[in-house]
């Protein structure tokens, strides 16, 4: 059973272009998570989905940040218009139960992570 | 101060000797986990302790919860090299799925 994975591992945008980030979570995992960590820091939720459902997002940034989880394919965090400041690594977990399904507890499983350089 | 920060910072000791992190948090939690990440690379997942557990071992991982303390501890005995990495804590707090993490303590293990 594959891991989280998450491709590209290494990604090179200039100012202005777009990055597309992509996460296929754990085979049977519904719930996936995206999490971002700036240089020297700890990990900063950004947004949390079900399949073709935003669940919460109040750690994305209002402007140029989207993501989605189709019923087919992968999760995309999609960053359009890159600054300076995006450079990061961002990561993607998946879970495969959430809150509403009465577990006590919810582990999320980790992928590599992108590192995102905006030149 | 945030959510699940923390202490020491850096930490740098010899090889067999024991290494103690500490966090501390804010909020209400169902739990608190353990992360490790060596440079540039992803996160590992080391121990989960659920809000009613006061503590918990994994081999040479022993885990406190203190929650009318709101605060954690990581302890690593006898040390290796090879244990040298970033330690994350992280809370999963009762208003929601999303983990919370702190700013981790960078351990160096010295042979």
């Known amino acids: 059973n594959a891991g989280v994975m998450q491709n590209p591992r290494h990604l090179v945008r200039r100012r202005g272009q777009e990055a597309r980030l992509r996460c296929s979570p754990m085979k049977g995992h519904s719930h996936v998570y995206w999490y971002r960590q700036l240089p020297e820091e700890g990990l900063k939720f950004m947004v949390y989905?079900?399949?073709?459902?935003?669940?919460?997002e109040s750690g994305m940034p209002k402007e140029r940040f989207s993501a989605e989880f189709p019923k087919e394919g992968p999760s995309i965090l999609r960053i359009q218009q890159v600054v300076r400041g995006d450079s990061a690594a961002y990561f993607c977990?998946?879970?495969?139960?959430?809150?509403?399904?009465?577990?006590?507890?919810?582990?999320?499983?980790f992928g590599p992570g992108t590192r995102l350089t905006v030149l | 101060s945030q959510q699940g920060e923390e202490d020491p910072q850096a930490l740098s000791i010899q090889e067999g000797e024991n290494a103690t992190m500490n966090c501390s948090y804010k909020?209400?939690?169902?739990?608190l986990q353990w992360y490790r990440q060596n440079s540039g690379r992803g996160l590992v997942h080391l121990i989960l302790?659920?809000?009613?557990?006061r503590e918990k071992h994994s081999g040479r991982l022993r885990v406190t919860l203190d929650t009318s303390k709101k605060s954690s501890s990581l302890l690593i005995t006898a040390s290796r090299a090879a244990d040298t990495a970033s330690y994350f804590c992280?809370?999963?707090?009762?208003?929601?799925?999303?983990?919370?993490f702190g700013e981790g303590t960078q351990l160096t293990v010295n042979p």
């Open positions: 989905l079900q399949k073709e459902n935003i669940i919460d």
């Open positions: 992280a809370t999963e707090e009762t208003s929601g799925s999303r983990l919370t």
């Open positions: 977990a998946s879970s495969p139960r959430g809150r509403a399904s009465g577990y006590s507890y919810n582990e999320q499983f």
């Open positions: 909020t209400s939690i169902n739990n």
């Open positions: 302790i659920r809000s009613n557990e």
